[in-house]
C-alpha cells in the first residue's frame, strides 16, 4: 500500500543546532516533493520544491535532498531557532496530478 | 496582498445538518483545491478545480460532499447530512499554475468543524 511517513511525531532540539527531518514514502513515484511549516490554527505555509532530477535545494538556512532510489527527503534546518518551532509536513506530487499527498508530519521543538 | 480567506473560521453543526464553507482564493489563481486535515494528521486531498471546471473530486469521501466554483473565484464546499467523522479542519488552497510549471500552493487558514 501506498505510504508517507516522516520521522517520529516530536522532536526538539536545542538552539543553534541543526534540526533534520526525514520523510520516506513507499509505493509512490512522486515527480516532485514539496515541504511546507504549519503553525497551530493556521494553514500549512510553503517552503521549498525539489523535482525528482534533483539531489538538493538551498534557501537561506533550510536544506533539502531528494533520493529516489532511497524513496526518502531529508529537510534540514541550520542554526535552528525558538521561532522555528512548528509542525513540518512534506508533500508529494506524482506526474500531471496538482494535488498533494502529505505525510502526517513532524512536530519541532527548538529549545532556547 | 490578500491571501487565501476561508469562511467561516468555526462551525459547529448538529449531526444531521447542512453546512457550506466558502473560499477565496488569491485572485488570479488558477487552481483551487479542497483538503480535509484531522487532528494530528496531514491534510487528505478533496477535490481540485481548474478555473470553474472541477477536474478531480476522487477525495470527496462521500456523495454528501459536493464543491463548486460557478465563476471560477470564489468555492464553497458543502456537506449534507453532516455526520460526526466529517469533524475536521477544511483546508482550501490556490495555486497560480503557470502552464508547464510546478508551483506551491498558497493555503487560507481553514475552517474547523465540529459535528456534535
Known amino acids: 500500500s501506498q505510504k508517507i511517513e516522516q520521522n517520529s511525531e516530536a522532536l526538539n532540539i536545542q538552539e543553534g543546532k541543526t534540526a533534520t527531518l526525514t520523510c520516506n514514502y513507499t509505493n509512490y513515484s512522486p515527480a516532485y516533493l514539496q515541504w511546507y511549516r504549519q503553525d497551530p490554527g493556521r494553514g500549512p505555509v510553503f517552503l521549498l520544491l525539489?523535482?525528482?532530477?534533483?539531489k538538493e535545494k538551498r534557501k537561506e538556512r533550510l536544506k533539502v535532498t531528494f533520493d529516489t532510489t532511497l524513496k526518502q527527503s531529508l529537510f534540514h534546518i541550520t542554526a535552528s531557532q525558538p521561532a522555528d518551532s512548528a509542525t513540518y509536513l512534506c508533500a508529494l506530487g506524482e506526474g500531471s496530478a496538482r494535488q498533494l499527498t502529505f505525510g502526517s508530519g513532524t512536530q519541532l521543538t527548538v529549545l532556547p | 496582498g490578500a491571501g487565501v480567506s476561508q469562511s467561516p473560521r468555526y462551525k459547529v453543526a448538529k449531526r444531521g445538518q447542512d453546512v457550506a464553507l466558502r473560499c477565496d482564493p488569491i485572485s488570479g489563481h488558477v487552481s483551487l483545491f479542497w483538503y480535509q486535515q484531522a487532528l494530528g494528521q496531514g491534510p487528505e486531498f478533496l477535490t481540485y478545480?481548474?478555473?470553474?471546471?472541477?477536474?478531480?473530486k476522487s477525495g470527496l469521501p462521500s456523495d454528501r460532499f459536493f464543491a463548486e466554483r460557478p465563476e471560477g473565484s470564489v468555492s464553497t464546499l458543502k456537506i449534507q447530512r453532516t455526520q460526526q467523522e466529517d469533524s475536521a479542519v477544511y483546508l482550501c488552497?490556490?495555486?497560480?499554475?503557470?502552464?508547464?510549471?510546478?508551483?506551491?500552493?498558497?493555503f487560507g487558514p481553514g475552517t474547523r468543524l465540529t459535528v456534535t
Open positions: 525539489i523535482r525528482e532530477n534533483e
Open positions: 478545480f481548474q478555473n470553474e471546471a472541477q477536474l478531480d
Open positions: 488552497a490556490s495555486s497560480l499554475q503557470n502552464r508547464g510549471l510546478l508551483d506551491e500552493q498558497y
